[in-house]
């Protein structure tokens, strides 16, 4: 079930606020049940059978949170725990998500004949496995209770705002929540304010630069002219940044509505000035969670010698890579990461380049779309083909009918994706939030961007997430 859709919008969320806040309000056990409810119903509406799979995850990582509770003072036993929790957990992911890739290239690398397993993959299977990792992890480092009730370990994991594209919620960071949050009217109005903005960045935006995008990478470089070339990059640029940190509000925004502060996950990461500071500000949670569970417990950036350094870098870049799926491209992309967030470090590259003006913003930005060709391409061969046709090596001239077309049906898209990538709404609140004016144009803006995008959602418009897939 998609945020974006009719029956999410019109049937699901107003029947689970209505059953929150009129048929279980007095109860918060009977509260949360009922999110668990509804959370595994949103959850088994597409694909029924793989309610199962979190059914399981929950259940499973329950039993390991007791596990690793009891025995947190006993470290060879707790180790044995994590090990085991590790293990089941990353097996799963790794038989739906890796295995047939795996297979694939076993049989390329030695010419075998194995047979490739086809299984579908549950939507959102690497974000739910990456909490309730989260959640044994800081049960043994004591940053949050083991929970006695699995029902709030189900919760925790299956929460349907956050279930199937993030943010990644860390345990620590609502284990004291789960029962014991408080729900104001200020929280409920700024999450629907919330919720709307993110509406709006997807279906307005993302799903109209998704068509540009679209049609830019199915034809391939070489047939791309320049210009195409670069609008194609670009429109997935803006198209992933809305689409991804849409979902995020989205969800920010119904978590407060149910008295649930997730931490932001998204803090324009297009107005890096450099490599090191764009990944701070893209997939907070997702940087945070590896920089806490991966790069620290490694050493971090707090060792010895250089090569250690490089060795951490590389593990946490590499991981990154796969997480995000199970192809050559998305490996190679965190590996290209590795090695510009490497030479950021050691060199201080990006820290001398700050005194240059405009240099680092441009260096930056040039680097991350040429990165989210690699992401979007089905295959490294065709990243390169979609590379060189950016940079004229193509032969295939500077501008084409596609260019003009895509011009004139997107001359407002464009700069309106430009305009909200930057922290433009953020400075007009700090700068007249105390104006009587504003909070009526504020008011009105969101009302129109929701009567738009319902209006694009009813029409049925073009309407993927691109972020499910992971």
């Keep these: 079930m998609l945020f974006s859709s009719a029956v999410f919008l019109f049937v699901f969320l107003p029947c689970v606020l209505a059953g929150y806040y009129i048929l279980f309000r007095w109860n918060r056990t009977l509260q949360n049940v009922f999110l668990l409810l509804a959370s595994l119903f949103f959850y088994a509406w597409g694909e029924p059978w793989f309610v199962l799979v979190m059914i399981a995850s929950i259940l499973v990582n329950y039993g390991f949170g007791l596990w690793v509770s009891v025995c947190r003072t006993r470290p060879r036993a707790a180790r044995l725990a994590i090990t085991a929790m590790l293990a ?34 549950p939507i959102g299977i690497s974000f739910f496995t990456f909490q309730a990792i989260s959640y044994v992890l800081d049960v043994y480092r004591g940053r949050g209770e083991a929970q006695k009730n699995p029902l709030n370990v189900g919760l925790y994991i299956s929460f349907f705002p956050q279930l199937i594209a993030g943010p990644i919620v860390k345990y620590e960071t609502v284990a004291q929540q789960i029962r014991d949050r408080k729900e104001t009217w200020e929280d409920f109005s700024a999450g629907v304010c919330r919720f709307i903005l993110g509406l709006g960045k997807k279906v307005l935006l993302a799903n109209t630069l998704a068509l540009v995008a679209e049609k830019a990478f199915n034809l391939g470089g070489g047939n791309l002219s320049v210009s195409f070339a670069w609008m194609g990059a670009l429109a997935y640029t803006f198209q992933i940044y809305f689409d991804f940190s849409g979902y995020s509000d989205m969800a920010i925004g119904l978590g407060r509505m149910f008295g649930f502060h997730f931490l932001e996950n998204f803090n324009y990461p297009y107005i890096s000035r450099s490599i090191t500071e764009f990944w701070r500000r ?3 949670s997702l940087s945070t969670w590896f920089r806490d569970y991966v790069y620290f417990p490694l050493g971090g950036s707090r060792v010895q010698s250089k090569a250690r350094l490089v060795f951490n870098l590389f593990v946490v870049w590499l991981l990154t890579g796969i997480w995000h799926g199970a192809n050559w491209t998305f490996i190679c992309w965190g590996l290209f990461y590795f090695i510009l967030i490497t030479a950021e470090k050691l060199t201080g590259f990006d820290r001398r380049l700050q005194r240059r003006g405009f240099l680092p913003h441009l260096y930056t930005m040039l680097l991350v779309v040429c990165g989210w060709v690699m992401f979007r391409a089905d295959s490294m061969a065709a990243a390169a083909e979609y590379l060189k046709a950016m940079f004229g090596l193509q032969g295939n001239g500077l501008w084409d009918a596609n260019t003009m077309l895509y011009v004139l049906e997107n001359r407002w898209f464009f700069p309106a994706a430009v305009l909200f990538s930057l922290p433009t709404a953020k400075w007009l609140g700090a700068r007249f939030s105390d104006k009587p004016v504003f909070g009526f144009l504020y008011a009105a803006g969101l009302l129109l961007i929701l009567a738009v995008s319902v209006s694009y959602i009813i029409k049925g418009s073009y309407n993927p997430f691109i972020y499910f897939n992971f």
């Design 88 to 121: 089941v957990n990353l097996g799963i992911l790794f038989v739906y998500k890796y295995l047939g890739f795996t297979v694939r290239n076993i049989n390329l690398l030695f010419s075998s004949k194995l047979s490739v397993p086809s299984l579908v993959l």
């Design 282 to 284: 893209w997939h907070i």
